[in-house]
C-alpha cells in the first residue's frame, strides 16, 4: 500500500469510526459501574498525590485497573464530570485503535488487501465493539487496546530488528496495557506463537527475551484473581455444573465469540448463566455448544492434517487471547459478554477467509460486498450506541429483550432513585426481587425506595435482608442507620454508621451519616472532623452543616 493509498485509509477509518459512533457526543453516565469508577469515585474528583497513590494501589476499584482510573482523574481535573469529554476520550482511543490495527497488518506484509479492510471494517465499526466505546467504565478496553497494539508494533520492530531498545518499548507497553485491564496478559503467549510459527520450530533462545512478559503476566493474573474472589458481588456461577456441563458452557462460549460477529442482532448487555438444570436445553447454548464444536473441528482438521499452519495458529492465538474471559473461574454475572469482541473480533474473520480460501470459495464482487457492509455495519452501530444514550434507554433497551431481566430491573429502579421517582422505582425493583431474592444489591435499592415513599420500617426488614446476605455491605447498613433514625431507634443507628464506617473509612456518604448523627447528638468535636472529611471527598451535603 502506497503512501497516498495509506493516508486516505487512514482518513476514512477516522471518518467512519466518528459517523458510526456518533450519538455517543450527546451520551450521558449511566449507573451501570461509571458511578463506582467516575461519579462517586471520590479519588478521580481531585488531583492529588495521595489520590494518585491510592489509585495505584488498587484501593479505588473492586478490578486492578489503575492506569484506566487514573485517566478518569485527569479527565475529571480537566473537564469536571461532563460525560461528553468521557464518551469523546473513548471514541478517540478507539479511532487510533483502528489505525494501529492497520499499521500492524501492513507490518504483517499481508498481500490480500481484501482480507486487511475487511478486518479493519469490523474492528472499527462492527455493532459489537459499541459497549467497549460507549461504555464509560470500558475505557479499560479502548486504553488497554491501546498499548496492547503499541507493545505488538515493537515487538515486530524487535524481531527485525534485534534492537533492544524496541524489546524495551515493548516491555514497558505490556505493563502499561495489564495497568489498564488484565486482559493483557495474553500478549507474551500470542508472541510465543508468532515466533513458532515464523521460525517453523520451538526455538527457546528466541524465547529468552519473553521470560520477563511471562513473569509480569503471572503476577498481573494472581493480582486480578484475588481482586474477582474477594468480591462479595461475584458468586461463583458455575458450582452447580459437573464437569460436562462446564465443558459444554465453554464450548458454547467458543462457538459464540466464533459465530456472533456474523450475526450482529439481539444484542444485550447481559448473557446470565442459566440454572444447572436448564443449561443443556438452553435453545442459545445448544446452538453455539455445536457451532463451537464444528469450529473447532474445522480449525483444527486444516490445521493438523491439512498443512494449513496459519489457520491453526490463528486459531490457537484466539483461544489464548480469550482465555481469561471463557468462563472457566467464573468472573462476572454473564457466561459471554459484548464487550469481549474487542480486539478479538479480528480472529474470527480472519480464520473464516482463510478456510473460505482454501476450499477455493470466493466471494463475488468483494469490493460491492464490502461497501454493502460498510454500509450496514455503520446504520447497526449507530442505532446500538444510540441505546447507549443514558440509564433510561440502555435498561429499557435490556428489558425489551428479556422482561425478566433482573439486573436490568434493579439498575432500571436506581434510575428512578436517583430522580426522586420512587413509587416508579419500587414497581421495578420489587419485580427484581422477586426474581433474585438473595441479591444484598437489590435488596437494598428497594429498602431505599420504601425509606423513600414513608415507610421506613419496611424497609428495615428488607436492609436486614440484605446485610444478611451481604454482612460487609456498607451502603445497606448506612440505609439501615437512617431508617433507624426515622424510627427513633438510635442507638441502633449509631450502631449501623459506626460499623458502616469501620468497613469503609473513607466513604464520603458513610462519614456524612456518622458525623451528623454525632452533630444532633451534641458532640460537635467528633462530628465536625467526619463533616470535613465528607466534604473534602466529594460529599457536598456536608458544607450545610458546616455552613451552620
Known amino acids: 500500500m502506497d503512501s497516498a493509498t495509506k493516508r486516505y485509509t487512514q482518513i476514512a477509518i477516522v471518518a467512519l469510526c466518528i459517523i458510526a459512533f456518533f450519538p455517543v457526543f450527546t451520551g450521558d453516565f449511566t449507573n451501570y459501574d461509571d458511578p463506582e469508577y467516575v461519579l462517586n469515585n471520590s479519588y478521580v474528583h481531585h488531583f492529588s498525590f495521595e489520590n494518585i497513590r491510592h489509585i495505584f494501589l488498587g484501593k479505588t476499584t473492586d478490578l486492578f485497573v489503575p492506569l484506566t482510573v487514573f485517566s478518569y482523574l485527569i479527565e475529571y481535573s480537566l473537564f469536571g464530570a461532563n460525560p461528553k ?24 506484509r499481508i498481500k490480500n488487501k481484501s482480507l486487511i479492510h475487511l478486518l479493519i471494517v469490523f474492528f472499527a465499526i462492527h455493532p459489537l465493539v459499541t459497549e467497549s466505546v460507549c461504555w464509560i467504565t470500558e475505557r479499560k478496553d479502548v486504553l488497554y487496546c491501546l498499548f496492547y497494539f503499541l507493545s505488538a508494533i515493537q515487538f515486530l520492530n524487535y524481531d527485525h530488528s534485534k534492537q533492544l531498545k524496541h524489546l524495551l518499548l515493548c516491555l514497558l507497553y505490556f505493563i502499561l496495557a495489564c495497568l489498564s485491564k488484565p486482559m493483557a496478559v495474553s500478549l507474551p503467549f500470542l508472541f510465543t506463537l508468532y515466533l513458532i510459527y515464523s521460525s517453523y520450530k520451538l526455538d527457546f533462545k528466541k524465547l529468552v527475551p519473553l521470560l520477563p512478559f511471562y513473569g509480569i503476566s503471572a503476577f498481573f493474573s494472581i493480582v486480578s484473581i484475588n481482586a474477582i474472589a474477594s468480591l462479595g458481588s461475584v458468586k461463583s456461577n458455575l458450582v452447580e455444573y459437573g464437569f460436562l456441563k462446564k465443558t459444554a458452557l465453554v464450548v458454547s462460549e467458543i462457538g459464540y465469540y466464533f459465530f456472533k460477529p456474523f450475526m450482529p442482532v439481539n444484542q444485550s448487555l447481559f448473557h446470565l448463566f442459566p440454572k444447572n438444570t436448564e443449561l443443556l436445553s438452553n435453545t442459545s447454548i445448544l446452538l453455539f455448544l455445536i457451532l463451537g464444536l464444528v469450529a473447532s473441528i474445522i480449525c483444527l482438521y486444516l490445521g493438523i492434517y491439512k498443512k494449513q499452519r496459519l489457520v491453526l495458529f490463528l486459531f490457537l492465538a484466539w483461544l489464548i487471547f480469550l482465555a481469561p474471559i471463557l468462563q472457566i473461574y467464573s468472573n462476572t454475572h454473564s457466561y459471554v459478554s459484548e464487550r469481549y469482541f474487542y480486539m478479538s473480533i479480528v480472529f474470527p474473520i480472519g480464520i473464516t477467509f482463510l478456510v473460505l480460501e482454501y476450499y477455493q470459495i470466493k466471494l463475488l464482487a468483494q469490493q460491492y460486498v464490502l461497501v454493502l457492509l460498510i454500509f450496514v455495519f455503520t446504520l447497526l452501530t449507530f442505532n446500538r450506541s444510540r441505546i447507549w444514550k443514558n440509564t433510561k434507554t440502555l435498561f429499557e433497551s435490556e428489558l425489551k429483550q428479556n422482561p ?78 437512617i431508617c433507624y433514625i426515622k424510627t427513633q431507634q438510635y442507638n441502633k443507628a449509631f450502631d449501623c454508621f459506626k460499623k458502616a464506617h469501620e468497613l469503609s473509612p473513607e466513604n464520603p456518604d458513610v462519614l456524612f451519616n456518622l458525623g ?11 462530628g465536625l472532623p467526619l463533616l470535613e472529611k465528607a466534604y473534602s471527598l466529594g460529599n457536598t451535603k456536608a458544607l450545610k452543616y458546616l455552613n451552620k
Request: proline share 2%.
Open 85 to 108: 469529554a468521557f464518551h469523546a476520550v473513548n471514541l478517540l482511543l478507539h479511532c487510533i485503535n483502528a489505525l494501529l490495527l492497520l499499521h500492524i497488518l501492513l507490518n504483517l
Open 404 to 481: 425478566e431481566n433482573a439486573y436490568a430491573l434493579n439498575n432500571l429502579g436506581m434510575y428512578y432513585n436517583t430522580r426522586s421517582d420512587y413509587m416508579k422505582a419500587s414497581v421495578y425493583l420489587k419485580k427484581a426481587i422477586g426474581i433474585d431474592s438473595t441479591n444484598a444489591f437489590y435488596l437494598n435499592n428497594y429498602g431505599w425506595s420504601l425509606a423513600a415513599l414513608g415507610q421506613p420500617q419496611e424497609a428495615i426488614i428488607y436492609l436486614q435482608k440484605a446485610i444478611h446476605e451481604n454482612a460487609n455491605y456498607t451502603e445497606a447498613l448506612s440505609n439501615m442507620g
Open 516 to 526: 451528623l448523627y454525632y452533630m444532633n447528638s451534641h458532640q460537635p468535636s467528633l
